[in-house]
């Protein structure tokens, strides 16, 4: 019987402490953006200044950000040996849609991150990023 107890007393903590609710978010996708257009593939190392996990996408609350990304280093080295490496790039994201994160260079040893496309598109998890 005690058992059975405290069977009952943990499901009804899970149910408290693990709401099952889905929040609306952004999708921020660094896939790689077409060359054609002046844009290049970025990674993305930190979001608000806290280092990230390098993923194809993110998936994060409205909200403003603060990114750093980088230039790939293959892009980079193509006639840029002394560009800067890194960029701060702040992006506002609405909920329900995606952004397109791209890196454009300017001119010679000058380049800067971009959202190349913005894509209306239905977004919901459980707990976002941001």
Known sequence: MLQILALALLVLMTGCVNPNRNLTCAALANTPAPQAEGHYS????HINGKPVVSAPIFYLA???????????????VRGYKHMPVSHELSVHLLADHRYQLGGVLASKGVWHGDIWQTLAEPCSMAVPLG
């Not at 970025?42 to 190392?45: F, I, S």
């Not at 409205?62 to 980079?76: D, K, R, S, W």
């Open 42 to 45: 970025v990674v993305v190392t």
């Open 62 to 76: 409205p909200g403003t950000y603060n990114l750093t990304i980088m230039m790939p280093h293959e892009t980079v």
